[in-house]
C-alpha cells in the first residue's frame, strides 16, 4: 500500500544553529535580529521549544519577543547555510528513500510502499533516527496515504514526534481539528468559514453547496478532504511546490524609488539563485508592498512560458514595482513603504530534472505569495 511520510524538521534554522554547539542545547534560542544591536523592526525567524514556552512565537517582531523572553540567546540568520543543510537533509533522505519531493526547505514528502501502518509507523521512526544520528536535526514525521492528511498530522506530531493516521481513521482524526489546520486555510478563509459556522474540519462535511457557492473549487477540495478523499489539486506534493518568495523589512520606511529598485534586485536574485538550486521554473512573479500603515498592496504578471533565472524575475519585477508606484495606493510617492517582497508562482522542475520526473505535473498558480 501506498503511504506518504511527510517529515518537518523542528524549529529549522535554530536546530541549524545548535550543530557543533552543544551549549545552545535545551536553552532558549532565537534566531533573527537581535533588538539589543539597536531599534529594529525585524522579525524573529525561528524559535526553539524552550523559547516558544514562553510565548515567542515565528513573525512576532523581535522587541516584543525580547520583552517575552529576556534569557534568550539571539542568533543573526544565516541563510546560505540553511539552504546548505536543507540540502544535506534532502541528500541523505534521497539515498535511503529514492523519490523525494522537497516542499519547502525544511519540509519534505517521501512516497513509500508499504503493507501496512505498523511498517509505515517503523519507517517513519527510522527517518527521525536517521535525520537525528547522522546529521544532529530534530525532525516531525506524519504518515498517511494521503500526502495532505500526512502533512496535517507532521503539525500534530510537533516537536520531536512521529503521528499515523491509517486510511480508516483519517475522517475521525480529522473532524475535531480546526479548518484552519487545512494547508491553504488562512485567516481569510477561516473568517470565512466562521461566518457559515463552519470551525472544525468535521463541520465542512455538512455544507457541500455552501462551501462550493463560497469558496468555488477549493470548497470542493476542502469538502472531499473531510470525507476521507484526498483532493485532487491540492496539497499533494506531487503536484510540487506551489510558491516562493523573499522578502525585506526596512530599517525605515522608504518611499526613495530608487532604494525600492535596490531591495527589490537584490531580492530577486536571490529568489532566483535559490530557485536554481532546486532546478525549479517559474511563471508568474508578484510584487508586493506593506505600506508604513500596513496595509497591503500587490502586482502579479503571468508569462507566456515557464522562465529559469534572475533576468525575467528581476525585469518583471521592477516593472510591477513602477505600476504599484504610480498607482493611487502609492499618494504620488508621499506614501512609504514598510516591506517590500518579490514571489513567484506556477512553478514546474525545469530543464534536466524534467525527463527524470515524469508526469510531474504543473502545479495551479498558488492564490496567495507565502
Ligand atoms: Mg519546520
Redesign the pocket.
Known sequence: MRWTLYV?????YVSCERRGHPELEGRPVIVGPDPKNGPTRGVVLSASYEARSTGVHSAMPVERAARLCPEATWIPPDFAKYERTSQEVRHLLEERFGRVLPR?I??FALPVETPDAAAARALAEEVRAMVRSELGLP??VGVAASPTVAKIATDRA?PGGVLVVPPEGTVDFLAPLPVGDIPGVGPKTEALLAGLGIHRIGELRSAPQRLRRELGRFGEEIYRLARGEEPTDMGSPEAGPRSRSAEHTFERDVSDPDALREALERLSDGLAESLGQEELAYRTVTVSVRWDDFKQSQRSRSMPSQQEGADPIRGLALRLLQELLRSPAADGGRRKVRTISVGVQHLAHGGARQAKLDGFAAPEPGSAVK
Open positions: 518537518d524538521l523542528d524549529a529549522f519547502s525544511d519540509e525532525s516531525s510537533k
